[in-house]
């Protein structure tokens, strides 16, 4: 029956990214109360989930951008032999299931997940865009949040709002008294998790000796520069370097 299974021997070969995005999540907004535009409990539950991918998915990515419902994971090494097929599954199956945990286990969570081929300049063309889109879906949220509040369907708003470009809609608030600008940075440019190399002194009682042993751990890094600044880019280019 094997080679029925038509898609699972394809492969591909690192480095690669693989986006995750969260399937009908708007649902939780009412389901689980969540605060608009933005709810803080959904973004650290996001975080966790990325932590967990890292440190005990058994998938071992180099690193995670995670944004709104979005998880962008770089592997510079692949599981499963580069599977494409098992790679998805397992990365998105872990993801809903260390979501549905962080949230209290009380709503039914699933993801989708594809696999992007990168090269190390891609990959920091790619996080760029990403960061971007965290923007554009940061303005949008904020503006449909305001339209709504000001007794507009959601429904309607989005459609005032559809293909606005992002200055538009950043005077829209500014109008307003609200200036974007000001928004916590995970909410604008999204949250980084990576691992971080430290290293520890100990002591070694058999040799009677002071040894330095390295230490891996995950980081969260909620204050990111913008990646296409000058600062940005050599963030990115330093942090795809190490992986």
């Known amino acids: 029956m094997e080679n029925r299974e038509i898609f699972s021997t394809i492969t591909t070969i690192p480095p690669v990214f ?19 535009p933005f709810d803080e409990f959904f973004h650290t539950s996001m975080v966790t989930v990325c932590s967990a991918l890292l440190s005990d998915s058994g998938l071992n990515p180099d690193f995670a951008f995670t944004f709104s419902d979005e998880i962008s994971l770089y592997f510079t090494r692949l599981p499963f032999n580069g599977r494409v097929e098992k790679i998805d599954s397992v990365a998105a199956s872990f993801a809903a299931s260390s979501l549905t945990l962080s949230l209290g286990g009380t709503s039914l969570l699933s993801f989708d997940a594809r696999v992007i081929p990168a090269t190390p300049d891609f990959a920091c063309e790619y996080l760029a865009d990403r960061q971007n889109e965290a923007w554009r879906n940061h303005l949008n949220a904020y503006c449909q949040q305001v339209l709504i509040e000001e007794g507009m369907s959601a429904k309607k708003a989005a459609d005032q709002l559809k293909g606005l470009p992002a200055k538009d809609l950043h005077e829209m608030m500014h109008k307003r008294g609200f200036n974007l600008a000001t928004t916590p940075a995970w909410q604008r440019r999204g949250v980084l998790i990576y691992k971080k190399i430290t290293e520890k002194e100990g002591f070694n009682p058999i040799t009677q000796q002071t040894v330095v042993a390295e230490r891996s751990a995950v980081t969260v890094e909620r204050d990111l ?14 942090l795809v370097a190490l992986s």
């Open 225 to 238: 520069p913008l990646f296409t600044s000058p600062e940005g880019k050599d963030f990115l280019g330093k």
């Open 18 to 36: 693989v986006r995750l995005d969260g399937r009908a999540f708007h649902r939780l907004t009412e389901t689980l109360g969540l605060e608009k």
